[in-house]
């Protein structure tokens, strides 16, 4: 699921995810969830609350420490991820191994670029540290690539073809139709998307943002509200394998 924003992307998430994963009766549910508080951030309480919505592991990216509260969180709460390429000592993991309710195991990896974003440590090599650290018995992996350049993104999804099950892109807020299965089996988005509200720049509201662009001053950003959508990929994976069998864009709107 693409990056959930303020309270009009939680509310979607509320009304109708638990719906979706049963009709088409889907095994995991991986959300980025680093907007979910007013656009900036995530709470402990947004958090539990979106874990109660049926979503198994919530990655996070550049505004995951926008909320303070959120550092003696990570502690406590493994399925909280946080990009592992950040400087060593920081609170939480980019890496969570767990099982599905069927018992199949699976990996999540929250990777974040930095191209035209902060210096952060090299991600392609930590991928490679972080796929060390996944048991050999667990195959189905997917990476939150987090990053601005598509040509980064790109870069991650063809160093990882055949090692990860998914590189799927967030952080733009706009979804890509550029989904495909890579000749590795690896399944590859360059954005998923944005859960949240679609009338708006990125989920802000639109007065606000043009009013920037106009005389670049300093402008409240606050959370849009009109046209409310789940941006969302569907991803079959071959357990016993890892490889992808197929990646589709899927699209909901708040009724």
């Known amino acids: 699921m693409g990056d959930i924003v303020g309270s009009p992307g939680r509310k979607i998430v509320h009304d109708r995810l638990a719906d979706i994963l049963a009709q088409r009766r889907i095994d995991l549910c991986i959300a980025n969830g680093e907007n979910s508080a007013s656009g900036f951030g995530i709470t402990p309480r947004l958090a539990e609350e979106l874990f109660s919505c049926g979503i198994e592991v919530l990655t996070g990216g550049n505004h995951i420490w926008d909320r303070k509260e959120i550092l003696d969180f990570f502690p406590h709460e493994a399925r909280l991820l946080r990009p592992a390429n950040f400087p060593n000592g920081l609170p939480g993991a980019g890496l969570y191994v767990g099982k599905t309710k069927t018992g199949i195991g699976y990996a999540v990896m929250n990777l974040q670029g930095r191209t035209f974003m902060a210096s952060l440590d090299d991600p392609f090599r930590t991928?490679?540290?972080?796929?060390?650290?996944?048991?050999?018995?667990?195959?189905?992996?997917?990476v939150d690539m987090h990053a601005e350049a598509t040509s980064e993104k790109q870069a991650m999804g063809w160093y990882l073809d055949g090692k990860v099950s998914a590189v799927l892109g967030t952080h733009t807020h706009v979804p890509t139709a550029d989904e495909h299965v890579l000749p590795g089996g690896t399944a590859y988005i360059t954005d998923t998307g944005m859960t949240g509200p679609h009338d708006s720049v990125i989920g802000m509201d639109k007065q606000g943002v043009l009013q920037r662009f106009l005389d670049a001053m300093p402008a409240r950003f606050v959370v849009a509200e009109g046209d409310v959508q789940m941006n969302t990929v569907l991803l079959d994976i071959d357990e016993s394998s890892g490889r992808a069998r197929s990646i589709q864009r899927l699209n909901f709107r708040l009724d």
Do not use: G, H, L, T
């Open 127 to 142: 991928a490679d540290r972080e796929r060390a650290k996944i048991p050999a018995d667990v195959k189905v992996v997917v």
